[in-house]
């Protein structure tokens, strides 16, 4: 599955056991956590965030969709973790993931940071 737009977004992250999945994943969440924080992952990130926030939504209902998905996201993920650090960057991820979509820029990192969780993997 391709994902083109937000609601195909909102399909994949509401699948059955799509959190539980990346969650299960990770053995150690404080190292995962840390990895993530350095070198070419945390740089990576905030380069394609930064690019993102210059451009414009496509339309008037898509930051307040991509705020449910956010939403959504560091629920699931905080319940099943217990870890609100967990919980924010998966949150984040996906709110970058949703916002690359809605601005119809899907850089090559954005698709595989997508890839890697429709993998089940806690990108790091």
Known sequence: MTTESIKELSILIHEEDFFEVVASAVKDWDEA????????FDASWVESNEYLKKLDYKTSTDEKEISVLREVSFKKMFRLTQ??????????????????????????????????????????
């Open 33 to 40: 956590l840390d990895q993530r924080d350095r070198g070419e």
């Open 83 to 124: 870890n609100s650090e967990a919980a924010s960057f998966v949150s984040d991820d996906i709110g970058m993931i949703g916002e690359a979509i809605a601005k119809g820029h899907v850089s090559e990192w954005v698709a595989s940071l997508l890839d890697l969780y429709r993998k089940g993997e806690f990108p790091c």
